[in-house]
């Protein structure tokens, strides 16, 4: 099994940037594709990035496509989630996740096993 434990989340303006950390330990980090997610009170959890084994392969959803950036670090066992001009809008309960799905990417909640415990991210106007 792997942990996760996300960083990183705070209170920032509108137009401002944000970086998410998410840590793992327990099993090989680079076993796992890895993703983030957002979820707001009262909806679904979203789909906001995945990156591959390696980090040569990244999908992001058309939401955040532009202004978010994954990344990751397998010697530092580290996931990020770069946020450049946050809105209002992006104000929601982080998560990272890690899937043991073959494929490259897991772009669905299904997809994966494993949940940090979430950050909170929240964009004053």
């Known amino acids: 099994q792997v942990q996760l434990v996300e960083s990183g989340g705070g209170l920032v303006q509108a137009g401002d940037s944000l970086r998410l950390s998410c840590t793992a330990s327990?099993?090989?980090?680079?076993?796992?594709?890895m993703g983030w997610f957002r979820q707001t009170p009262g909806k679904e959890r979203e789909f906001l990035a995945t990156?591959?084994?390696?980090?040569?392969?990244?999908k992001y959803a058309d939401s955040v496509k532009g202004r978010f950036t994954i990344s990751r670090d397998n010697v530092q066992n580290t996931v990020y989630l770069q946020m450049n001009s946050l809105k209002p809008e992006d104000t929601a309960v982080y998560y990272c996740?890690?899937?043991?799905?073959?494929?490259?990417?897991?772009?669905?909640?299904?997809?994966?096993?494993?949940w940090g415990q979430g950050t909170q991210v929240t964009v004053s106007s």
């Open positions: 996740a890690a899937s043991t799905r073959s494929d490259y990417y897991a772009y669905v909640l299904s997809d994966y096993g494993y």
């Open positions: 327990g099993r090989t980090f680079s076993d796992y594709v």
């Open positions: 990156i591959s084994r390696g980090g040569g392969r990244i």
